[in-house]
């Protein structure tokens, strides 16, 4: 009956965990001037060394979940619409427009974040973790990361208007219960980088110029 037991405890445990994910999530202030123009976004595309695998794309880590490179910049795109259209960045933003006065389309060049546990926490001491994280608030984990997208305005007949890029790096080190946890700082560094493309596009007189035509 013991090792009934053991067993029950441990699925119990197991179907407990859950994996950790990143989920796109792009807050920007509000806009100011806003574009006078309808803007419609087309796709996101990854840069070929993320779909390839040859360069991390998304949450990497012990216990993070996978997803597929099109899938994450598919939802990359639509939270970057939706933050665009919260801030008021266009008049008008939307995945198709009969009429648009402008074409949004964008390349993630890099989107990652990397965390794991700290070289000293892998010490086989009882219990060595918890006191560091708990009692000497030592910080257990490492995590670094990137967010650089490039997007592209162009005229609803496919010239270009203008190129902007925003980045954002991040490298540090957290205790994964409280603070931020793993996902977050690359939001963070995201909407850093959006917010730096945001500013870009609001400068650009040639914007203002295309959209009062």
Same mark, same amino acid.
């Given at each position: 009956?013991? %090792?009934?037991?053991?067993?029950?405890?441990?699925?119990?445990?197991?179907?407990?965990?859950? &994996?950790?994910?990143?989920?796109?999530?792009?807050?920007?202030?509000?806009?100011? #001037?806003?574009?006078?123009?309808?803007?419609?976004? +087309?796709?996101?595309?990854?840069? #070929?060394?993320?779909?390839?695998?040859?360069?991390?794309?998304?949450?990497?880590?012990?216990?993070?979940?996978?997803?597929?490179?099109?899938?994450?910049? +598919?939802?990359?795109?639509?939270? *970057?619409?939706?933050?665009?259209?919260?801030?008021?960045?266009?008049?008008?933003?939307? #995945?198709?427009?009969?009429?648009?006065?402008?074409?949004?389309?964008?390349?993630?060049?890099? *989107?990652?974040? +990397?965390?794991?546990?700290?070289?000293?926490?892998?010490?086989? *001491?009882?219990?060595?973790?918890?006191?560091?994280?708990?009692?000497?608030? %030592? &910080?257990?984990?490492?995590?670094?990361?990137?967010?650089?997208?490039?997007?592209?305005?162009?005229?609803?007949?496919?010239?270009?208007?203008?190129?902007?890029?925003?980045?954002?790096?991040?490298?540090?080190?957290?205790?994964?219960?409280?603070?931020?946890?793993?996902?977050?700082?690359?939001?963070?560094? *995201?909407?850093?980088?959006? +917010?730096?493309?945001?500013?870009?596009?609001?400068?650009?007189?040639?914007?203002?110029?295309?959209?009062?035509?």
């Amino acid at each position: 009956m013991h %090792w009934l037991l053991a067993s029950g405890l441990l699925l119990a445990a197991t179907a407990g965990c859950t &994996k950790a994910e990143f989920v796109p999530d792009i807050s920007l202030p509000e806009a100011r #001037p806003i574009i006078d123009a309808t803007a419609e976004f +087309h796709d996101m595309y990854p840069a #070929p060394a993320l779909i390839s695998g040859k360069e991390s794309f998304g949450l990497t880590g012990p216990d993070a979940k996978q997803v597929p490179p099109r899938e994450l910049a +598919h939802q990359v795109r639509d939270e *970057l619409m939706d933050a665009f259209d919260q801030a008021g960045v266009f008049s008008k933003i939307t #995945p198709f427009d009969r009429n648009p006065d402008l074409i949004l389309t964008g390349r993630i060049n890099s *989107l990652y974040e +990397h965390y794991r546990p700290r070289m000293w926490t892998r010490v086989p *001491l009882p219990y060595a973790g918890k006191i560091a994280a708990d009692i000497l608030n %030592w &910080k257990t984990h490492a995590t670094n990361g990137e967010a650089d997208l490039t997007l592209f305005l162009l005229t609803r007949d496919g010239k270009l208007i203008g190129t902007y890029r925003g980045s954002s790096t991040f490298d540090e080190n957290f205790n994964p219960t409280g603070e931020f946890g793993p996902g977050e700082r690359l939001n963070r560094a *995201l909407t850093e980088a959006v +917010h730096q493309i945001q500013e870009k596009m609001l400068r650009d007189a040639r914007l203002r110029t295309v959209a009062a035509r």
